[in-house]
């Protein structure tokens, strides 16, 4: 069985400080993990996979996560958060695509 | 760029009447897959096909919903009898598998068809 558990429902950052959104799984095999994106009224957009590749991946938007198997985490991060970056972000398992619950990502000025 | 359409985006409905959604994955795409949102929640998965046959039904919230595929290109998801519980929004998605790291492919998602029952 596949899961995933993100570890804050909301998160909120001061604009140009650095993001972290947490989210750890579980699987009974090596997993692919994906990170998406949801804006308000829009559709979920791809920021992100990992497919046993390298560990560390970069997304788009200065987004990147880094995959680690002792800990079975894939923690999103961002140097620098902009305005934009307002919007829902869901970690995803490989398989049938367990969504987890979602960070809210909340930008201040 | 055609991507994930879907169609209506936006239906009210009143409760005990038959919705049925349209969606249409991007061209070369062999699978298509079915998820509901409600408010302040990820998708909640419900089932999958691959090219027409329907590999995962098991997680359809109940008989009342069914999906189909019946030529391997665009899907419809139905659900009989509404009730107001079925108010959320339903996204279809598409990505291609096949070979290895098939499980790594991409799944692109349509914006989703709201669901009012009233």
């Known amino acids: 069985a596949q899961s995933v558990t993100q570890l804050d429902s909301h998160v909120s950052v001061s604009e140009g400080t650095p993001v972290l959104l947490r989210c750890n799984y579980s699987s009974s095999y090596s997993p692919s993990l994906f990170w998406y994106v949801q804006h308000p009224n829009k559709g979920l957009q791809l920021l992100l996979k990992?497919?046993?590749?390298?560990?560390l991946v970069k997304g788009i938007n200065g987004f990147e996560a880094e995959f680690k198997k002792s800990e079975t985490s894939f923690h999103l991060t961002k140097p620098s958060a902009h305005m934009s970056d307002a919007a829902v972000y869901f970690c995803?398992?490989?398989?049938?695509?367990?969504f987890g619950a979602g960070t809210r990502l909340t930008v201040k000025p | 760029d055609t991507g994930v359409s879907q169609d209506p985006r936006h239906k009210i409905t009143k409760r005990g009447q038959n919705v049925t959604f349209r969606c249409d994955p991007i061209?070369?795409?062999?699978?298509l897959y079915w998820y509901r949102q409600t408010l302040g929640q990820g998708p909640e998965f419900l089932t999958y096909?691959?090219?027409?046959?329907?590999?995962?039904k098991s997680r359809l919230l109940s008989d009342r919903f069914s999906a189909e595929r019946p030529k391997g290109s665009f899907s419809t998801l139905e659900i009989q009898r509404t009730e107001q519980g079925d108010s959320a929004m339903y996204l279809c998605a598409s990505s291609f598998a096949g070979g290895r790291g098939s499980s790594g492919n991409t799944i692109y998602f349509g914006e989703g068809s709201w669901l009012t029952v009233v």
């Open positions: 096909f691959q090219n027409e046959a329907q590999l995962e």
């Open positions: 061209s070369e795409h062999n699978r």
């Open positions: 995803v398992v490989s398989g049938d695509m367990r």
């Open positions: 990992y497919t046993s590749a390298a560990t």
